[in-house]
């Protein structure tokens, strides 16, 4: 039996990815005033859907059926794209973050971590029960 399940896996590289596109909001912002700076966002979620049904973006030749891991076990491949934010018209300085975007963006990732932080306090729990029960 695996203490940490392929819901834990999940909820575990979410958070490192969801971590890691707020650092890439924060430069945006912090980068909002300097001239040429082009916004970037980080995109994770479809490769994250892939792995977790199981599709990877490598196919693997299976010579034993125990050599790879079951289905959808593939979540630290997940690392995530760093796109440019498409701009529209830009300004002078050519700078394309968009404050009202970013914030936004921002307040949506921190929403998302706290509701898988919140889900893997909520598992942990639970396994911590089932070992009080077990005594």
């Known amino acids: 039996m695996e203490l940490l399940d392929k819901t834990m896996q999940l909820l575990h590289r979410s958070l490192d990815l969801h971590s890691a596109r707020q650092r890439v909001i924060a430069s945006n912002l912090a980068n909002e005033e300097t001239p040429g700076y082009r916004a970037s966002d980080l ?75 919140t889900i893997t306090a909520q598992r942990f729990h639970q396994l911590l029960s089932a070992i009080r029960d077990a005594r």
């Open 43 to 117: 995109q994770f979620a479809q490769q994250l859907q892939a792995a977790h049904k199981g599709r990877f973006p490598l196919t693997m030749a299976v010579t034993q059926g125990h050599h790879i891991g079951l289905r959808g076990q593939g979540y630290q491949t997940v690392t995530g794209k760093l796109t440019e934010v498409p701009a529209g018209d830009l300004p002078l300085d050519a700078n394309s973050v968009n404050l009202e975007l970013e914030m936004a963006k921002s307040s949506d990732n921190a929403g998302q971590y706290n509701t898988a932080a």
